[in-house]
């Protein structure tokens, strides 16, 4: 790659590459595929956790973007399960960078990360309210998503999922609405 002015963009724009391509993203192969030095990264990143930190923000705010774009409008339990849709098939596009990202500890170290984190909750959040007042619903209804969407990325970006009779977006999407119903329905406990 022919030298070019360095930013933190840019760092992070080609450790996703990197990350994406399953070559190692460190200081040395950012610096050899960007075409500086490596030592020039450390006037953007302090050290390597902190640039994987703000991939993780980057990547975060991205997410969120697409997501505020895709739902613009909708609510209620279509929109909750659109949300986890778009959600998943993200994740999956991307399933490196979706491991990369779910491997690092959450942590309130780096504000930038957590305020992207903060935006996608809160869209989230958002979100279920449309459809569930209830406070410990809202919980349920959370974990209930994040479990299902977690764990279905997780075998489908790792081939658990091979039986092809029943597509896996197919079974995500029928075993969510059936969660949600199920929460929609039960009393407070």
């Known amino acids: 790659m022919p030298r070019q002015i360095l930013s933190k963009e840019i760092i992070i724009k080609t450790s996703i590459e990197l990350i994406e391509d399953n070559k190692e993203n460190n200081f040395v192969s950012i610096a050899k595929k960007i075409g ?21 923000a980057w990547t975060v705010s991205l997410l969120t973007d697409q ?27 991307h399933f490196l960078l979706t491991q990369f ?11 930038e990360t957590t305020a992207a984190f903060n935006e996608l909750k ?38 658990w999922f091979a039986d092809k009779s ?12 059936k969660s949600l119903c199920q929460i929609a329905d039960q009393n407070h406990n």
């Open 166 to 177: 029943l597509p896996a977006d197919k079974s995500f999407r029928k075993l969510l609405k």
């Open 122 to 159: 809160s869209i989230f959040n958002q979100m279920i309210a449309t459809e569930f007042t209830d406070s410990k619903k809202q919980l349920l209804v959370s974990r209930c998503i994040r479990d299902l969407a977690i764990g279905d990325i997780v075998n489908v970006g790792t081939g």
């Open 67 to 93: 997501l505020r774009k895709d739902l613009f409008g909708k609510a209620g339990l279509t929109a909750i399960i659109d949300f986890a849709m778009t959600f998943r098939e993200t994740a999956l596009n």
């Open 36 to 56: 500086t030095q490596s030592q020039a990264l450390y006037n953007y990143f302090p050290n390597q956790l902190a640039l994987n930190y703000a991939i993780v």
């Open 101 to 111: 990202v779910l491997k690092m500890p959450r942590t309130n170290n780096y504000p």
